[in-house]
Nanobody, 116 residues
Framework: QVQLVESGGGLVQPGGSLRLSCAASRSIFSIDDMGWYRQAPGKERELVAIITRGGSTNYADFVKGRFTISRDNAKNSVYLQMNSLKPEDTAVYYC??????????WGQGTQVTVSS
């Protein structure tokens, strides 16, 4: 059963913006950290950004100053605002959540393509 659902991906021109959303099921008990990862063809999945339940954030160096992660605990949701997108940002973006009992829950992923 799907417990995380991403949305907001699509095709955008270089320099453009997208906002990704991820809604977690209430079946995930007491979510701690949430985050976004991405995987490009032929590459390993890599961390983009994480956010704690209290709102502390960490970003990969390649997105600092361009992407912003946020969350709404009442909605069990996490968001990723992506600005100044580059072709190298093209990847499938995955939402992640974790709690005390499991190291990670994953969504199905949403495709982000940055191209002219």
């Amino acid at each position: 059963q799907v417990q995380l659902v991403e949305s907001g991906g699509g095709l955008v021109q270089p320099g453009g913006s997208l906002r990704l959303s991820c809604a977690a099921s209430r079946s995930i008990f007491s979510i701690d950290d949430m985050g976004w990862y991405r995987q490009a063809p032929g590459k390993e999945r890599e961390l983009v950004a994480i956010i704690t339940r209290g709102g502390s954030t960490n970003y990969a160096d390649f997105v600092k100053g361009r992407f912003t992660i946020s969350r709404d605990n009442a909605k069990n949701s996490v968001y990723l605002q992506m600005n100044s997108l580059k072709p190298e940002d093209t990847a499938v973006y995955y939402c992640n959540a974790r709690n005390t009992y499991y190291s990670g829950f994953w969504g199905q992923g949403t495709q982000v393509t940055v191209s002219s």
